[in-house]
C-alpha cells in the first residue's frame, strides 16, 4: 500500500491512513501477513528540498539553513500530533535526522557543489522522515509495525537521481528483512523513493518514485495487490490538471497503463508496471480521501469499454529534431549511425517518424542536445524546435476499430500537427503539436472519445 505526499500531508491525513490500513487489516481477517506500507515524503517537501539544493548549489547558506528550518519545524509538528507514547523518541529521530542534513547542506554550500549523488543525500531525507512518522503513528494506534530504511533493502545501481533497482539483490533482501516482519503480523513502514547502491550510497529512483518503490518491493513479496493511494480517484480519462472534468476509467491493461504513464500520467511513475507485469500482480490506483471507491484496476488483460479510448495523456515541452539528408537516408546503416548519436549521449527518444529524406525524432531531456547536434552534422543536416508536446490517445480498442484513428485526427482539425504515428503495438496514436496548443487539442480530443452522450 503506497500512499503519495497529499496522503501523508499532514495529522488529519495520516489519521486517515492508518484508518485505510486498519480497514485492510480488517476486511483480511483469514491474511496470512500483514500489509507492507510504503510512504512518499509529506507533500511539498522534495520540492522544497530540491530548492534547498539549489540554494546550496548557488552558495546561498543562510536561505538555505532558514528552508531547512522550516521544514524541521513542520515535521516537528507533525511527528507531535500523530504521536503519544512514541512522542519523545520520534521527535529525537527526527531532530537526528535533520541534524545531518543540515550538516551536509552546509558543507555543500561552501563548496558551491552538488553532485547526483549528494543531490540523492538531500532529497533522501523527505521519505526517511515521513516513513518514521507514520510507523510511529501506527505503534501509538496499537497496530504492530515496524520501519525499515529502505536504503537496506532497494538496491540499486550508480545512476544517481534515476537509479535502476538491482531486482534479484533487492528481492533477496525484501526475503529476509521484510516478510518474516509482515508473516508476523507487523505493518512494516518504508520510504518509497530511495534505495542504496552496493556500496551503500543513498541514490533515488526518480521523481515520482515511491510508485516504483512500491511495486518492486509488491513484486519482491509476491503481494496479491500494489495499491496507489493518491488525491484522485484513479486513472482518469485526461490530466486533470488540463482538460475539465475527466472520467474514472475504472480498468485498464498494463500495456495501457504503461504508455499512459510514460507519456504523462502524472498519477503513476512510468516504471511502476514494470515489477507488476514481470509477477502479473494487479495494481490499483485508489483515492485516499475516498477509500470506499473502486479506483482504477490494472492487470494484464484490463477491459476496455467497447469501442472507446482508454484515455489520452501528453508530455510537455519536448523538443523535436529533424534529420535530413537527400543522399543517404535510405542506405543502409544510415539509422544505426543516428541512432547511436543518442546512444552515446544517453538521451531517449520518443517519437520517432520518417519520409523519403528526413527523419524526425522528439526528446524530452535536452541536457545533451548542443553535442547531439554537433555529431548529428557529421553525416547529416539537423534542426531542432523546442517547446513542443506530445499527446497520446492509448486504448486496446484502437488495434479492433480503425475507425478510432480518424475520429482523433479529425478532433484536431485546426490545430497544426507536426507529427503523427502509430506504432506496431497499435495501442497508441502519437501526436506531436506546438506546447501552446496542448490545452485546446486535449479538450477537443477529450470531447470527442469521452463527453458524447
Ligand atoms: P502522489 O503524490 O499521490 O504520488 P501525484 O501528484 O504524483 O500524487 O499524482 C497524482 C496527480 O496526477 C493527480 O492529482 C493529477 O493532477 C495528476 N494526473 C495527471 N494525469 C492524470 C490522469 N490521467 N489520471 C489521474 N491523475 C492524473
Ligand atoms: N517524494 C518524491 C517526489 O516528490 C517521490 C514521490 O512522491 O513519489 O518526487
Ligand atoms: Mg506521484
Not at 485546426?414 to 502509430?422: A, F, H, N
Request: charged letters at 25%; glycine letters at 6%; proline letters at 4%.
Amino acid at each position: 500500500m503506497k500512499f503519495g505526499g497529499t496522503s501523508v500531508a499532514d495529522p488529519d491525513a495520516i489519521d486517515r491512513l492508518i484508518g485505510i490500513v486498519r480497514q485492510q487489516i480488517r476486511s483480511n481477517p483469514k491474511a496470512s501477513r500483514a500489509p507492507v506500507v510504503v510512504v512518499s515524503a509529506l507533500a511539498g517537501v522534495t520540492d522544497a528540498l530540491v530548492a534547498i539544493a539549489q540554494l546550496a548549489e548557488e552558495g546561498e547558506a543562510d536561505r538555505a539553513a532558514a528552508a531547512l528550518q522550516a521544514l524541521v519545524d513542520r515535521h516537528i509538528a507533525v511527528a507531535t500530533a500523530v504521536t503519544t507514547d512514541s512522542r519523545e523518541r520520534l521527535v529525537a529521530e527526527v531532530r537526528r535526522e535533520f541534524d545531518e542534513l543540515i550538516g551536509l547542506v552546509h558543507a555543500l554550500a561552501v563548496l558551491r557543489e552538488v553532485s547526483p549523488r549528494s543531490r540523492d543525500a538531500v532529497l533522501a531525507a523527505g521519505e526517511l522522515v515521513s516513513s518514521r512518522i507514520v510507523a510511529a503513528a501506527f505503534a501509538d494506534r496499537s497496530i504492530p509495525s515496524a520501519w525499515i530504511d529502505a536504503r537496506a533493502v532497494l538496491i540499486t545501481d550508480a545512476e544517481h537521481t534515476a537509479a535502476v533497482p538491482d531486482m534479484p539483490e533487492t528481492c533477496a533482501r525484501a526475503a529476509a528483512r521484510i516478510a518474516p516482519l509482515a508473516a508476523a503480523g507487523k505493518v512494516v513502514v518504508l520510504g518509497g523513493f530511495i534505495g542504496a547502491t552496493a556500496n551503500g550510497m543513498t541514490s533515488t529512483l526518480g521523481r515520482g518514485g515511491s510508485d516504483y518503490s512500491a511495486a518492486i518491493f509488491g513484486a519482491c513479496l509476491d503481494a496479491d495487490e500494489i495499491q496507489i493511494w493518491t488525491d484522485v480517484d484513479g486513472m482518469l480519462t485526461a490530466d486533470p490538471r488540463i482538460v475539465p472534468q475527466p472520467r474514472l476509467v475504472p480498468q485498464l491493461s498494463f500495456a495501457e497503463a504503461s504508455e499512459l504513464a510514460y507519456f504523462g500520467a502524472k498519477v503513476l511513475h512510468p516504471s511502476t508496471i514494470l515489477p507488476a507485469v514481470a509477477k502479473n500482480i494487479p495494481v490499483r490506483i485508489l483515492n485516499s480521501r475516498r477509500p470506499e471507491n473502486g479506483g482504477t484496476r490494472i492487470t494484464s488483460d484490463g477491459a476496455p469499454a467497447a469501442g472507446q479510448l482508454t484515455a489520452i495523456a501528453c508530455k510537455r515541452d519536448v523538443t523535436v529534431i529533424d534529420i535530413t539528408s537527400t543522399r543517404m537516408l535510405m542506405a543502409h546503416g544510415f539509422l544505426r549511425r543516428l541512432f547511436e548519436v543518442f546512444e552515446r549521449f544517453k538521451t531517449a527518444v520518443d517519437v520517432v517518424t520518417t519520409s523519403e529524406v528526413s527523419v524526425s525524432v522528439t526528446v524530452d531531456d535536452t541536457r545533451r542536445l548542443e553535442a547531439i547536434l554537433d555529431n548529428l552534422h557529421n553525416f547529416a543536416e539537423a534542426s531542432c524546435e523546442r517547446e513542443m508536446a506530445i499527446i497520446c490517445a492509448v486504448g486496446e480498442n484502437l488495434r479492433a476499430d480503425p475507425t478510432l484513428f480518424g475520429r482523433a485526427v479529425t478532433a484536431l482539425d485546426r490545430i497544426p500537427l507536426r507529427l503523427v504515428s502509430q506504432a506496431a503495438s497499435r495501442r497508441n496514436i502519437t501526436f506531436v503539436l506546438r506546447d501552446a496548443d496542448v490545452p485546446h487539442a486535449m479538450t477537443r480530443l477529450h470531447e470527442q472519445f469521452f463527453q458524447r452522450s
